[in-house]
């Protein structure tokens, strides 16, 4: 059974730092590409980061370069994304997202994490 779940969610002060997790089971986690994704009420989800199977390559959404950290752990099938400075339009729900990055591409979906960033 696939499960990808996150968690570390929650309400943090503007300037303020959270570190959310993914923890990833079912499925061989070094052979995704793992990806964090958010959604903003009324607004499309997108794409915050991605980093490769290996760890070896990371991208970020323009609007969180220099904010946000995208790390993996392949020992704990586990994904983090440390975000800083962060801002009332960060507010959103947080999915992390695997794809396979060899063989058939099968994805899956986390049920995601809300985090509200507010004075």
């Known amino acids: 059974q696939v499960q990808l779940v996150e968690s570390g969610g929650g309400l943090v002060q503007p300037g303020g730092s959270l570190r959310l997790s993914c923890a990833a089971s079912g499925f061989t986690f070094s052979n995704y590409a793992m990806n964090w994704y958010r959604q903003a009420p009324g607004k499309e989800r997108e794409l915050v980061a991605t980093?490769?199977?290996?760890?070896?390559?990371?991208k970020y959404a323009d609007s969180m370069k220099g904010r946000f950290t995208i790390s993996r752990d392949n020992a704990k099938n586990t994904v983090y994304l440390q975000m800083n400075s962060l801002k009332p339009e960060d507010t959103a729900v947080y999915y992390c997202?695997?794809?396979?990055?060899?063989?058939?591409?099968?994805?899956?979906w986390g049920q995601g994490t809300q985090v509200t960033v507010s004075s």
């Open positions: 997202y695997a794809k396979e990055e060899y063989g058939f591409g099968y994805d899956y």
């Open positions: 980093i490769t199977s290996a760890g070896g390559r990371t």
